[in-house]
């Protein structure tokens, strides 16, 4: 999803509002992209403040919403990702700079050798990073309901976690 932007001059400390939605055609290709079935919605806001020549600040807000099928079933689950992101980006770097000043600057997150920053790569890059993020929360909380899950059953059973409690100490001692 290509959405290239351009400063206008040189105004230190400028700003810059940017809102975009992905078309339906986008939204295919997007989601063919990043693994999953249908992408129903993508908005983006981003604002850019110019900091120096041509290092950038972006502040960016994406809303997606995304349906992905669920291992051995038939249905989709809905993931709904609302969320912010953040970038340094400096523009114009010279091509044999580009390795050097990636392991030297620790706040820059982005090198471009020209003079256009693709606000649409960014924000598709940062949609995967939240992706990964919402996918391990489920995860997470598919493996704390597994949990209480054991738990309920341990209450069913009274006795079981002393019979656990024994069987480690019994493992301890033949370990020695």
Do not use: C
């Amino acid at each position: 999803m290509p959405f290239l932007w351009k400063p206008r001059g040189n105004y230190k400390n400028s700003k810059e509002q940017i809102f975009f939605k992905a078309s339906k055609r986008q939204k295919k290709l997007i989601a063919a992209r990043l693994g999953f079935d249908v992408l129903s919605g993508l908005e983006v806001k981003i604002l850019i403040s110019q900091k120096k020549d041509d290092l950038f600040l972006l502040q960016g807000h994406i809303n997606a919403e995304i349906y992905k099928a669920v291992e051995k079933s038939n249905e989709l689950e809905d993931l709904v990702v609302n969320d912010e992101f953040q970038e340094i980006i400096q523009l114009n770097v010279p091509e044999d700079q580009l390795e050097i000043l990636a392991m030297e600057e620790d706040n820059v997150t982005e090198f471009y050798t020209s003079d256009t920053i693709d606000l649409g790569e960014i924000s598709l890059q940062n949609l995967s990073l939240l992706l990964d993020d919402i996918s391990s929360n489920f995860q997470d909380s598919e493996y704390l309901e597994e949990m209480r899950g054991s738990s309920k059953e341990a209450e069913a059973r009274p006795f079981s976690n002393l019979a656990s409690l024994l069987n480690e100490k019994m493992d301890a001692k033949t370990r020695r």
